[in-house]
């Protein structure tokens, strides 16, 4: 539930997962020394081969049998992002959620030709905390939830980035959260977490609909719209959504309940694609071009189960799988939380959350959850980035 994710948050009690290591062996060597290839450490939880770069030198033969040398045993791999040359044209903007006064603002920073973030700006600056869900409603508007201090009250807003005008779309007492623009049959409507169900209305606020009514004994959240291709070359949209099954705690913590489950824009055909005793959470399809079609889905989630309150929690890390669900694989092994995962698609990669030990800041990683390397790193935790103009 988004207030759990926030107060887990704010506590600085964000996790991410382990890479698993990868020893090094000593090696004894009877030729010629060489000069040594710097060795660099990849977060695979596997034994990776090291390239090693070409030398231009090379050796006479010695009139005497050369000494021994022993080869420094190769570092293990870490969570920790590695820098990557970056040749592509950047630029873009991005947004995201940052707290850095103790409740959260959004702010909008600039890509730049490094492909790191760059002139921060907070552009909701407000009394209220105010917290995105990790896809813009369109180019220049964003729809976000504004929650009081005291957490009593969470309502959603959209905002008109060009006027700097603000809206407010709910005015109920009811918990409102995760709010993400969805296009149906040319419109652009909001879907969004109301007390325990998703809802839908128009840009205007007007016309709520609830689209799980019958799921009472369950809590649904974190909607988000996911376009399929049909045989035919159609395209229908879907949207994904989390469902915690068991609010009482499976295996004694509730989380361990939460699984992703895909539906039709009018609450219809409600299939769940994971099914097992982890937290399975926060699906985004992975893109490869503009079409929006996915071609699989990233989410959060563990290998083992989360452990009752006060115990050492196994770490949040990524895994892909297909649409239908198939095919789930771990992509990362952070000893620290990820999080947030969203498509780049632009780039062919993933852009989620870090966390430092302290902090979750941006990073970006291969499709395959390989090179990762921080885009930002700042005081203050972040949550839900997105790309504002793609």
């Not at 005015?171 to 419109?187: A, L, M, R, S, V």
Request: net charge negative.
């Amino acid at each position: 539930m988004k207030a759990d994710r926030l107060i887990k948050v704010t506590a600085g009690v964000l996790i991410v997962g382990t890479l698993a290591a990868c020893s090094g062996t000593s090696i004894e060597a009877t030729s010629t020394p060489q000069p040594e290839p710097e060795r660099t450490p990849t977060h695979l939880p596997t034994d990776v081969p090291i390239k090693t770069p070409e030398s231009t030198f090379t050796p006479k033969p010695l009139p005497t049998e050369a000494p021994t040398v022993e080869a420094s045993p190769i570092p293990e791999p870490t969570a920790q992002p590695t820098e990557t040359a970056v040749t592509d044209v950047y630029g873009r903007e991005f947004i995201f959620s940052q707290d850095k006064d103790g409740q959260f603002d959004i702010y909008k920073a600039i890509e730049g030709s490094d492909g790191r973030l760059q002139d921060s700006i907070d552009i909701t600056n407000s009394d209220e905390s105010n917290e995105l869900n990790a896809q813009p409603f369109e180019k220049d508007k964003i729809v976000y939830t504004k929650t009081d201090k005291d957490w009593s009250n969470s309502q959603i807003a959209l905002k008109d980035l060009t006027t700097g005008e603000e809206k407010l779309l709910t005015g109920d007492n009811k918990g409102n959260w995760d709010p993400t623009g969805i296009e149906i049959n040319g419109e652009k409507r909001i879907l969004y977490k109301s007390d325990n169900d998703i809802y839908i209305m128009n840009r205007d606020g007007s016309n709520k609909t609830n689209l799980t009514p019958d799921r009472k004994a369950t809590e649904e959240w974190n909607p988000i719209p996911m376009t399929i291709s049909n045989p035919d070359g159609t395209k229908t949209q879907k949207i994904l959504f989390v469902s915690r099954l068991d609010p009482n705690g499976r295996k004694g913590v509730p989380d361990n309940s939460d699984e992703i489950f895909v539906m039709n824009t009018d609450g219809s055909e409600i299939k769940q694609l994971t099914k097992n005793d982890v937290p399975d959470w926060f699906g985004r399809p992975i893109t490869e071009d503009s079409t929006d079609t996915p071609i699989e889905i990233v989410f959060i989630s563990n290998s083992e189960p989360k452990k009752p309150e006060g115990e050492t929690q196994p770490p949040d890390n990524l895994f892909t799988m297909k649409i239908d669900g198939k095919r789930r694989i771990q992509i990362t092994f952070s000893k620290t939380d990820m999080g947030d995962p969203i498509s780049d698609s632009a780039r062919k990669r993933i852009i989620a959350l870090l966390n430092d030990g302290t902090n979750y800041n941006i990073v970006s990683l291969d499709l395959n959850g390989e090179n990762i390397r921080p885009i930002e790193e700042e005081d203050g935790n972040i949550l839900s980035p997105a790309i504002l103009n793609r």
